[in-house]
């Protein structure tokens, strides 16, 4: 291989070498999160946005004798509120309300196995989540300032 041939190979493995890095620095400066990570859901009060905060979840468990616990206190207005069904019903219906009865946001799960979660971004105050068809099912969410 003549002297002209190896020069023209150093220089292209120079530009490909340099290429690269440009693209690893340029990728590492990027926010993961703006990829769209966690999205706020479209159906829980308001519109959609992107968080760059953790989201805290609060998970409940169903079983035949209501929701435990019957209190859920998040740390922030957005969370992801996760279910655990263990009760042996062919379907759920969650409702959750604010203290004035009005309906925030209802949900149908199927049976059996038929676990759930949802985003949540709520302004501070008092808010029960409920299995409709179950008056003794209920779980208070107070969201603090």
Do not use: Q
Not at 36 to 51: I, M, V
Not at 108 to 114: E, F, I, K, N, Y
């Amino acid at each position: 291989m003549t002297f002209a041939k190896r020069k023209v190979l150093w220089i292209g493995l120079a530009v490909l070498c340099t290429a690269v890095i440009a693209l690893v620095v340029i990728g590492a400066g990027r926010d993961p999160v703006e990829a769209g990570t966690w999205k706020e859901s479209d159906r829980a009060l308001g519109s959609s946005s992107l968080y760059k905060d953790p989201i805290e979840e609060l998970t409940l468990t169903l079983k035949s004798s209501g929701f435990t616990p019957a209190k859920l206190n998040p740390h922030g207005k957005k969370f992801l509120l996760s279910l655990d069904n263990r009760a042996d019903v062919s379907e759920l219906v969650l409702r959750m309300t604010r203290k004035d009865g009005s309906v925030i946001r209802e949900i149908r799960v199927p049976g059996g196995s038929g676990d759930w979660s949802e985003l949540f971004e709520l302004p501070p105050g008092s808010y029960k989540f409920a299995e409709v068809n179950y008056a003794n099912w209920s779980c208070t969410i107070v969201v603090s300032e």
